[in-house]
C-alpha cells in the first residue's frame, strides 16, 4: 500500500437531506396483502439505500417483545466548527486564520460542502508513489496492494484499474454434510448410530455481509448528480439524504456480529462504492493519477486499508468488482429485458407493419456495466452478492445499521440438518403482480411484487409470505441459480441506478426471492422426487402399477377410481422438531440460542399458515388428474403428471406431498426417495449443455411450460457423487442419492427471534428506545432507521455513537482492522 498526505485543494458540493416513503405495520389485519391500486402515491423523495425501506411514521414493528420505542441511527453532520478544523497551522497570522474559516464556513452553508474529518491518527511519512502505471498491470491477486491510502482523507483510497475477480457459477456446495448421514436422516429422520460427537462434521462458519454507503462523499454525490441526469430523472439536489448518512453503524454493526458469533462468523465482507477518476478532479490529477487507470473507492473512516493487503478477516469489496454477469466459462449472458416502454413501442410497430424489435442484448459486459455504474440502488447491489469474492456457502446479510444484541450460534441461520432459516411474516402477503405506476416506485413494494412475478411465471401464481427487515440467512448457490434463471430479469434491473429509474420492468428485492425460490425449489425436488425419478422410473411412464402407488399413497384400495370423486388428506404428527435436541446432542453440535423453531420442510410444504395449520386437504380427482386416468388401458408421461400437479394446479401439489410425508410416517421421507436398486444410466453426452454441472438441479428456466422435467434431461453421469467418492463402474447414476443430493440444496426451517425494527426522527424516541433495548436482554436482533432532520442529528449522533462505543467498543478478540483512537462520537 502506497500512501498520498498532500491534502487536496478543490471541493465538491454535497448532498442535503431526503427521506423516503414505505409500507404498512405489519400488526394489521391477518394474512393482509397490499394492493397497489387502493395504496395512496407516495411522493417520490428519493431512493433508500438500505438494504431495505422503511415508513419512519408508521408504529414500530416489534416482533419479540413488544413495548419498545422506536429510535435509529443518528445524523452524520459535520458543522462548520468541524470543517473549521481543516485550517492548517502553518497559517501564520489570525487575519488569514479567519479568512480561510470565513470561506469554509460559505462553502458549507451555501455549497453543501461536507468536509471529510482529519485524520484522528497521525499520517506516517510516505515515500513517492508511480501513479502511472498502465492499465492491465494488476489483476484481480495483487490490485490492494497497489491501492493508495490518502492520508488527508481516511473515507476514500485510490484503486489501480484491475480485473474483476472471476467467480464460477453454480458450483458444488462444499458445506453438504456426507451422504451416509444425510441417506439416513432424509429416509429415517435420524442420524446413522456410528456418528457421535467424537467423529460428526463440524458445524461451517457463516460469513457476513454487509452493504455500505457514506453520503457525506463529494464523490458521492457528484456521481449521484450526473446519474440522475444520465436516466432523466429529476435532480437528487434537494433530496433529503437521511438514509445515505454514515452514522458510524457498520462500525458498531460488525463487531456486534463478531462479539455474537465469535468463531462461528466467518469471514466479513463489506460491499461499497467505487468511481472513475474524473478530468475535474484536479486536486488527484496535480498529484499525477491519471484518469482511465484509477478510481476512487469509499472506504469507512475507522478502516486501516493496510489489513486488505493481507488474509484478513474483514475483506473490502467495490462495486466494479461485484457487478458482473452470468458467464459459463467464456459465454456471457448479454441478454437483455426489454423495458416496458420498448416493448410497447415494439408492440406499436409491428402492428403498423413496421420491422421493429425491442433491443435485446448488451454488446459486452463491459458495456452492460458502463450502463449500470455508479449504483445508488440498493436493490441492484443486492443482486450482485453472488459475484463477491470469497464468499461462503452459506452467509448472514446485513444492512449496516443492522446488530446483533447477544451471544448467538450459526443454527440461529442455519441448521446442519434442516438447513437455512426463514423468518417469514405470514400475516402480510405480497401479491404476486406489478402494476404500471410500480416501475419508479421508490419503496420496496414494487421490488417485492416484480420479484413474486418472476416466481409465478416459474411455478405459479400465488401471494407469498412477506420478510421482515432483519439480518437474512441467504445461499451463495441459490444467488447463483436465481442469477442464471432470471438472468435478462435481474442483469436489467441491475442497470437501474435507482429506484425511480424507468429502465426494464422494475426493481427485484433479491433476498426476498432467493428465499422463496429455496422453498419452491424444495417443494418442485419433493414432488418430481416422487412423481418423476421414484414411481416414473427409467422409463417416465405411468400405467396401472404406478396409479396403484399414488392409491397407495391416498389411502385408496387397488381398483378404486373415479367414482370416489377425491380424498381427504389428514396431516399427520411428526417428530421432525422434536427430535432436534436428541440428534444435535449426538452429532455434538450447538443448537439455536435465541431462535424458535416452528416448522420444517423435512414435514412438506410451508403451510399458508404454519403456526396454525389446516388438518387436512382435499385431492379431487377431476382437478389433480387427467380424466382417463383411472381407466387402466391408458398411460401417461410422468413428466406430464407432475406439470400438471406441480404448476397447473398448486393446491393438488401442495396436498400430495401433505400424503407423502404422512405414509413416511413420524420422521423422514422414506416415500419420496427412489430405493437402491432404481439405477439410471445416462447416454454419453458428446459435449456439455450450458450450465452443466456436477451439482443435480432440475431445468433453470423461467418458465415451467419451456422446461424437460424427463430424468434423461436432468440427471448427468457423476452427479449422484459425494466429495472423496467416485462414480459406479458402470457409468450409471443412483437416483436415491442424486435426489438426496437435490433436496439438501433447498431445505430450510421456519422460526421466530427476538427481533425489533426501530425508525428514530426525534432525540427524545432515540434516548427511550436505547433505554428500553438495554432493558431487554432477550432481544437478539436490532434494526434501526434513520429519520433524524437536520437540526436534531448531531446531538442524535452523539448519543447514539456513545451507546454503541459502551456495548462494542474497546477490545474484541479478532478485530484488528480498525485505525487506533478514531473516535465514535466525533
Not at 436516466?231 to 456480529?257: I, T, Y
Amino acid at each position: 500500500m502506497s500512501r498520498i498526505p498532500t491534502a487536496p485543494s478543490s471541493s465538491s458540493n454535497s448532498p442535503v437531506a431526503g427521506s423516503s416513503r414505505l409500507l404498512p405495520s405489519h400488526e394489521d389485519s391477518h394474512h393482509r396483502s397490499i394492493d397497489p391500486e387502493s395504496q395512496r402515491e407516495w411522493e417520490n423523495n428519493g431512493e433508500d439505500y438500505e438494504l431495505e425501506e422503511f415508513d419512519p411514521k408508521e408504529e414500530e414493528n416489534s416482533l419479540l417483545p413488544s413495548g419498545l420505542l422506536p429510535f435509529g441511527k443518528s445524523a452524520r453532520k459535520r458543522s462548520s466548527d468541524d470543517s473549521s478544523r481543516r485550517v492548517r497551522p502553518y497559517l501564520l497570522s489570525f487575519g488569514a486564520v479567519a479568512v480561510v474559516a470565513g470561506i469554509l464556513v460559505t462553502t458549507y452553508f451555501f455549497m453543501g460542502e461536507l468536509l471529510p474529518d482529519e485524520p484522528s491518527e497521525e499520517a506516517p511519512n510516505s515515500a513517492s508513489v508511480n501513479l502511472s502505471i498502465p492499465i492491465g498491470d494488476f489483476d484481480s491477486e495483487n490490485w490492494k496492494e497497489n491501492t493508495i491510502a490518502l492520508d488527508y482523507d481516511p473515507t476514500h483510497v485510490l484503486i489501480p484499474k484491475h480485473d474483476a475477480p472471476s467467480i464460477p457459477l453454480l458450483e458444488p456446495l462444499h458445506d453438504r454434510l456426507p451422504y451416509p448421514i444425510l441417506a439416513e436422516y432424509f429416509v429415517n429422520g435420524k442420524l446413522p448410530s456410528s456418528i457421535d460427537s467424537s467423529n460428526a462434521p463440524p458445524q461451517h462458519p457463516l460469513d457476513l455481509v454487509y452493504l455500505f454507503v457514506n453520503a457525506s462523499s463529494p464523490y458521492w454525490f457528484r456521481e449521484f448528480e450526473a446519474r440522475h441526469e444520465e436516466e432523466g430523472l429529476s435532480s437528487g439536489r434537494n433530496k433529503v439524504a437521511r438514509h445515505w448518512r454514515d452514522n458510524g453503524e457498520l462500525r458498531a454493526a460488525v463487531r456486534s456480529g463478531v462479539s455474537a458469533l465469535g468463531d462461528e462468523a466467518g469471514r466479513i465482507h463489506v460491499v461499497t462504492a467505487d468511481w472513475d477518476v474524473r478530468e475535474n478532479d484536479t486536486e488527484l490529477i496535480d498529484m499525477g493519477v491519471q484518469p482511465g487507470q484509477w478510481r476512487i473507492g469509499q472506504i469507512a473512516e475507522w478502516l486501516n486499508w493496510s489489513s486488505q493487503e493481507k488474509e484478513g478477516r474483514l475483506k473490502w469489496h467495490f462495486h466494479s468488482d461485484v457487478f458482473q454477469l452470468p458467464k459459463d466459462g467464456d459465454w456471457v449472458d448479454l441478454e437483455r429485458g426489454a423495458s416496458l416502454k420498448e416493448k410497447q413501442e415494439a408492440m406499436e410497430a409491428q402492428n403498423n407493419g413496421e420491422d421493429v424489435v425491442a433491443r435485446e442484448t448488451w454488446g459486452s459486459e463491459a458495456a452492460w456495466r458502463e450502463e449500470t455504474l455508479p449504483s445508488f440502488n440498493s436493490f441492484s447491489i443486492e443482486q450482485r452478492l453472488a459475484w463477491i469474492e470469497g464468499l461462503s456457502e452459506n452467509f448472514v446479510a446485513f444492512n449496516d445499521d443492522m446488530f446483533l444484541l447477544r451471544s448467538l450460534s450459526t443454527s440461529d441461520f442455519r441448521h446442519p440438518l434442516l438447513g437455512n432459516l426463514v423468518r417469514f411474516d405470514p400475516g402480510l402477503l405480497v401479491p404476486q403482480y406489478m402494476t404500471d405506476k410500480q416501475l419508479t416506485d421508490p419503496g420496496e413494494w414494487g421490488a417485492l411484487q416484480h420479484a413474486n412475478a418472476l416466481l409465478a411465471g416459474r411455478f405459479f401464481p400465488r401471494k407469498r409470505f412477506y420478510m421482515h427487515h432483519l439480518p437474512k440467512a441467504q445461499s451463495r448457490a441459490l444467488l447463483h441459480e436465481a442469477s442464471v434463471m432470471w438472468a435478462p430479469q435481474l442483469s436489467t434491473a441491475s442497470s437501474r441506478g435507482f429506484r425511480a429509474s424507468r429502465r426494464g420492468e422494475g426493481d427485484v428485492e433479491m433476498a426476498w426471492l432467493i428465499t422463496h425460490l429455496r422453498v419452491e425449489r424444495w417443494r418442485e425436488a419433493v414432488l418430481w422426487s416422487w412423481i418423476v425419478a421414484k414411481v416414473g422410473g427409467v422409463e417416465g411412464v405411468w400405467g396401472e402399477e404406478q396409479k396403484d402407488e399414488l392409491r397407495s399413497v391416498l389411502g385408496m384400495a387397488k381398483g378404486e377410481g373415479a367414482d370416489k370423486g377425491q380424498v381427504q388428506i389428514s396431516r399427520c404428527s411428526r417428530e421432525s422438531l422434536n427430535d432436534m435436541d436428541g440428534l444435535m446432542g449426538q452429532a455434538g453440535w450447538e443448537g439455536p440460542k435465541a431462535t424458535e423453531y416452528r416448522f420444517s420442510s423435512m414435514d412438506g410444504h410451508m403451510p399458508s399458515n404454519p403456526d396454525s395449520p389446516v388438518e387436512s386437504c382435499p385431492f379431487t380427482f377431476n382437478v389433480c388428474l387427467p380424466d382417463t386416468f383411472f381407466d387402466s388401458s391408458t398411460t401417461f408421461a410422468a413428466t406430464d403428471l407432475f406439470t400438471h400437479i406441480a404448476f397447473q394446479h398448486a393446491e393438488c401439489g401442495d396436498c400430495l406431498i401433505d400424503a407423502l410425508v404422512s405414509a413416511s410416517g413420524k420422521r423422514g421421507l422414506s416415500a419420496i426417495i427412489p430405493n437402491e436398486r432404481q439405477i439410471f444410466y445416462p447416454a454419453e453426452e458428446k459435449e456439455e449443455g450450458r450450465w452443466r454441472r456436477s451439482e443435480p438441479m432440475l431445468p433453470l428456466v423461467d418458465k415451467w411450460p419451456e422446461a424437460d422435467f424427463t430424468v434423461a434431461a436432468n440427471v448427468k453421469a457423476g452427479q449422484d457423487v459425494w466429495e472423496e467418492s467416485e462414480s459406479r463402474a458402470d457409468g450409471g447414476v443412483s437416483l436415491k442419492a442424486w435426489t438426496i443430493k437435490l433436496l439438501s440444496r433447498y431445505n430450510y426451517v421456519y422460526g421466530s427471534t427476538p427481533a425489533r425494527f426501530s425508525p428514530v426522527s426525534t432525540v427524545y424516541a432515540l434516548t427511550k428506545a436505547l433505554e428500553q433495548v438495554d432493558n431487554t436482554p432477550e432481544l437478539a436482533l436490532l434494526c434501526v432507521n434513520d429519520d433524524q432532520s437536520d437540526t436534531s442529528s448531531d446531538q442524535a449522533r452523539h448519543k447514539f455513537g456513545a451507546w454503541m462505543e459502551k456495548r462494542w467498543g474497546g477490545e474484541i478478540e479478532g478485530v484488528d482492522w480498525e485505525r487506533t483512537n478514531v473516535s465514535w462520537v466525533d
